[in-house]
């Protein structure tokens, strides 16, 4: 898998869960155990996300030296 394959299917999987967040707030409510489940799952795929795009920098900086 390359650099942009992984980018593309982090942000999707980010769009899922969003997407599936606000549907269970909808449905069940902001507090319930579904929704912050969700949450919870959204926040660890934004922070994939944020680690992969620190190290895909690090990387570019690296190999511009």
Known sequence: MNVDELD???LNCIDRMKRKMIESAKYTGL???ETI???QDLDIL???HMKYL???D???LI???
Do not use: V
């Open 46 to 48: 934004i922070n994939q």
């Open 31 to 33: 507090k319930s155990e």
């Open 63 to 65: 190999n511009a030296s």
């Open 58 to 60: 690090i990387n570019s």
């Open 54 to 56: 620190s190290q895909k």
């Open 8 to 10: 593309f299917l982090l």
């Open 37 to 39: 489940k969700c949450s």
